[in-house]
């Protein structure tokens, strides 16, 4: 029985080496998890920057097409007017975000006789939004 036992002895727990060479794996694992952490933060931030630009073109575009049929402004053809927001300024800034800023262009009769194609765009830092729609006039 004195031999079985003796055989084991040596086996028992881990060596240095062992240890070592687990926790440099561990480490890699944890380095590369802090690297995707840091991608999808940046992805987060630019995200939310680009919907804070679709949310602003929207909004613009929401109150012009509230004007009334017979505004002058939908008669007439106008290019890259800039929006001038409810508090004077041309430019909008929330908390921790870029400065925005909005420009519309009214092209009247288009695509038909007492219309008026209206396209809104938003420049901020991630590039330019875009909207374009269409609303009835009344001469």
Excluded: C, H
């Excluded at 927001?85 to 009769?109: C, K, R």
Aim: net charge negative; proline share 1%; hydrophobic share 40%.
């Amino acid at each position: 029985m004195k031999v079985v036992l003796d055989n084991y002895r040596g086996n028992q727990g881990f060596t240095l080496v062992e240890l070592l060479v687990a926790l440099t794996i561990f480490s890699i694992g944890l380095l590369a998890l802090a690297s995707m952490q840091i991608t999808a933060i940046q992805g987060n931030a630019q995200a939310n920057r680009l919907s804070q630009e679709a949310s602003m073109a929207q909004g613009v575009m929401e109150q012009i097409l509230a004007w009334k049929s017979d505004d002058a402004r939908l008669k007439s053809s106008s290019s890259n007017q800039t929006w001038v927001f409810s508090d004077g300024s041309t430019t909008y800034s929330e908390t921790g975000s870029s400065n925005l800023s909005a420009s519309y262009t009214v092209i009247a009769n288009s695509p038909l006789a007492n219309m008026a194609t209206i396209t809104v765009n938003v420049q901020g830092p991630e590039g330019v939004a875009t909207l374009t729609e269409y609303k009835k006039t009344v001469n």
